[in-house]
């Protein structure tokens, strides 16, 4: 029996429309918002049956007695593509902050890191030959 299933990370945020805008723009899709009418605090977005969440600082402070962070290198929304050039020049044109360009890695990917407009870190990955 497994006790877990359908994983998905939250991310904090001090903006959760440019946050989820940017992502939208990457091509993830709304699944859940709360509130449904006005500003969120939570947001669900889907790409190829991955979610990633997005809630705000705030809401996580006072909903949950937590204390998130929404600055920093925490983690990294990972996203394989089959052109790491492309896939790196279109997050920076969408607005993302340029880290380190595409370069090789181990002795089969090509990866590439950004920023979010959030700082939170997207990396793109490519398996060559």
Not at 5 to 33: K, M
Not at 89 to 105: M, S
Request: charged share 20%; hydrophobic share 40%.
């Amino acid at each position: 029996m497994t006790l877990f299933r359908t994983p998905q990370i939250v991310l904090f945020t001090r903006d959760i429309d440019r946050a989820t805008n940017f992502y939208r723009r990457l091509g993830f899709e709304e699944a859940f918002r709360t509130p449904r009418v006005g500003t969120p605090i939570h947001v669900d977005l889907t790409l190829d049956g991955y979610r990633i969440g997005f809630a705000t600082e705030t809401s996580t402070r006072n909903d949950h007695c937590l204390d998130p962070v929404a600055d920093g290198q925490h983690a990294a929304v990972i996203l394989w593509t089959d052109d790491v050039h492309a896939g790196y020049a279109h997050r920076v044109d969408l607005g993302a902050t340029p880290i380190k360009p595409p370069e090789p890695w181990l002795d089969h990917l090509l990866i590439a890191w950004a920023e979010d407009p959030e700082g939170h870190l997207i990396q793109v990955v490519q398996t060559v030959s």
